[in-house]
């Protein structure tokens, strides 16, 4: 953890995440549905420029990130960049409906390299796939996050987590 739960960018990271009581319909598979209970995680280590991202003034960081600096507060649809983090990494169903992961992401660094190791958690594996495709500009609408501009991702993993009960089956 990082001061209040901030990137090394400054920013809070985690503040649309899902209320814990809300986070567990978010992460794990549907009761009934196959691998129930269990989760589909995305991890993927992300190496900051920070100096470059230092070189910004905090109102031009605050539209990277789509939130302000101090108190992450949204900034208004009208003014937010298309380009922004927050604006690229929200995705909708066809009902217009937010289709939420839950994120514990971690900051990292040494003198010489610092980032995010990025974790997360969904009950689709699908809603990373979409995401990152808003966040890279391969979804067809060609707009990339501009976070992309301070920070590079340089490895990337998908796993299942079995539920407890599961494993524990696997043991049996
Ligand atoms: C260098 C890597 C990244 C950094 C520094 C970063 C940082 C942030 C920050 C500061 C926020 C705003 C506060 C919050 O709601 O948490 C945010 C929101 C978010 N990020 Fe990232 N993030 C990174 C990578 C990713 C990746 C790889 C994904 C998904 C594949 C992602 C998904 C999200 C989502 C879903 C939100 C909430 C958007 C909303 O407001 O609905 N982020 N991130």
């Given amino acids: 953890m990082y001061h209040d739960s901030r990137d090394l960018t400054g920013f809070v990271d985690g503040t649309a995440n899902p209320a814990p009581s809300d986070a567990p319909a978010v992460a794990c598979i ?3 549905e196959p691998g129930a209970g269990g989760c589909h995680v995305m991890t993927q280590r992300w190496v900051h420029d920070l100096a470059s991202f ?3 003034g905090v109102p031009d960081q605050e539209r990277v990130i789509g939130r302000t600096k101090l108190d992450s507060v949204a900034l208004p ?3 937010r960049p298309a380009d922004s983090h927050i604006t690229r990494a929200e995705i909708h169903d ?3 409906e937010e289709r939420p992961i839950y994120r514990r992401s971690t900051p990292y660094g040494t003198a010489a ?3 995010l190791f ?3 958690f969904s009950a ?3 809603r990373f796939d979409a995401m990152l495709a808003q966040m890279y500009g391969t979804d067809g609408g060609g707009i990339r996050d501009r976070l992309l501009d301070f920070s590079m991702p ?3 993993s998908y796993y299942f987590a079995p539920s407890a009960e599961a494993l524990s089956g696997l043991g049996a």
């Fill in 30 to 32: 549907a009761a009934g």
């Fill in 118 to 120: 990025f974790l997360a």
């Fill in 154 to 156: 340089v490895t990337g």
């Fill in 113 to 115: 390299e610092q980032g």
């Fill in 124 to 126: 689709e594996r699908d």
């Fill in 54 to 56: 230092g070189e910004l």
């Fill in 77 to 79: 649809s009208e003014s």
């Fill in 94 to 96: 066809a009902a217009g």
